[in-house]
């Protein structure tokens, strides 16, 4: 499965982006769907995810209240609907997804394994 995320770019705190995630050749359906992001000199951590169903969301809480995925009817896109951007959201950016990550492992980075090559966002002050 190969993913490509898209939609990274500079932006002032207080601003918006809006990032996508489509799959080659398949669709998100049955797979839970995770954005996860690295900035520089950290770990990678969880940033929010759809389960497998799509029915349930979760999301880090640093991001609560301020990002929201969703996904397009079809289920080809997966989006991360950021507003109220900070300094601290500058990060890279990635997708992933599984179809055999349940809902008690959204936040696991080591339980996806098709990831995609990730998306810089730039938050200046």
């Known amino acids: 499965v190969q993913l490509q995320a898209s939609g990274g770019g500079l932006v002032q705190a207080g601003g918006s982006l809006r990032l996508s995630c489509t799959a080659s050749?398949?669709?998100?359906?049955?797979?839970?769907v995770a954005w996860f992001r690295q900035a520089p000199g950290m770990d990678r951590n969880f940033v929010a995810a759809f389960s497998r169903t799509g029915g349930y969301t979760y999301y880090a809480d640093s991001v609560k209240g301020r990002f929201t995925i969703s996904r397009d009817n079809a289920w080809t896109t997966v989006y991360l609907q950021m507003d109220s951007l900070r300094p601290d959201d500058t990060a890279i950016y990635y997708c992933?997804?599984?179809?055999?990550?349940?809902?008690?492992?959204?936040?696991?980075?080591?339980?996806?394994?098709?990831w995609g090559q990730g998306t810089l966002v730039t938050v200046s002050s």
């Open positions: 992933t997804t599984d179809p055999s990550v349940i809902s008690s492992n959204l936040a696991s980075q080591t339980a996806y394994r098709y």
């Open positions: 050749g398949r669709t998100f359906r049955s797979s839970a």
